[in-house]
């Protein structure tokens, strides 16, 4: 069960635009089994996990490090700009 809950959680965090939600419906199903699977993943792994878990608590919130998914209409700007100016209403 370890070595098939690590490679399904590495596919996962693999995945460009990866998110905290998409990342939770794999891992829930190895809840019982945290800790082990922790152990196996890499630094940059278990701090993309907490990058994830931080972002899906501070929803709108872009900084250094942020994953800006493609369908954002800003992306093109942050991308270019290396900033995120939210023109919204409001």
């Excluded at 998409?22 to 019982?32: G, L, R």
Aim: hydrophobic share 40%.
């Amino acid at each position: 069960m370890l070595p098939q809950a690590v490679s399904d959680i590495r596919a996962v965090l693999a995945k460009p635009g990866c998110t905290w939600q998409e990342f939770w419906n794999v891992a829930q199903e190895y809840e019982v089994i945290k800790s082990d699977y922790l152990a196996e993943l890499t630094t940059q792994e278990t701090d993309l996990i907490t990058a994830l878990q931080n972002a899906s608590s501070q929803p709108g919130t872009i900084g250094v490090g942020s994953i800006v998914a493609h369908a954002d209409p800003y992306r093109t700007l942050y991308v270019a700009r290396g900033e995120f100016t939210n023109r919204g209403k409001g």
